[in-house]
Nanobody, 126 residues
Framework: QVQLVESGGGLVQAGDSLTLSCAAS????????MGWFRQGPGKEREFVAT????????YYADSVKGRFTISRDNAKSTLYLQMNNLKPEDTAVYYC???????????????????WGQGTQVTVSS
């Protein structure tokens, strides 16, 4: 089993920055791709970013490209999401997840991710 715990969310103003963390425990994740997703009020869960097993390759949703940076520290079993220039439309619960089947699939599909955290709320005021 894998446990994922997100942290770092909060209430910020438009233009501010936040860094989310996702601490993993249970089984080693260094051989698996990981990703961030978000779910806004009344919306379906959507892809934000993914990183391959060693952090060497990343892929972003168009809506966050150039503003968000995904990274990982396998020695600390931690995934990060640096979010800059936040906008009100970034308001959502943010989830980290593990693509258990692949090391570098670049998947944007919710169904391709096996383990999920409980989420952390990010609220951006205008």
């Amino acid at each position: 089993q894998v446990q994922l715990v997100e942290s770092g969310g909060g209430l910020v103003q438009a233009g501010d920055s936040l860094t989310l963390s996702c601490a993993a425990s249970g089984r080693p994740l260094s051989s698996h791709a990981m990703g961030w997703f978000r779910q806004g009020p009344g919306k379906e869960r959507e892809f934000v970013a993914t990183v391959n097993w060693n952090g060497g390759r990343t892929y972003y949703a168009d809506s966050v490209k150039g503003r968000f940076t995904i990274s990982r520290d396998n020695a600390k079993s931690t995934l990060y999401l640096q979010m800059n220039n936040l906008k009100p439309e970034d308001t959502a619960v943010y989830y980290c997840a593990v693509d258990w089947s692949y090391r570098d699939r670049d998947s944007t599909r919710v169904d391709d991710y096996m383990y999920w955290g409980q989420g952390t709320q990010v609220t951006v005021s205008s």
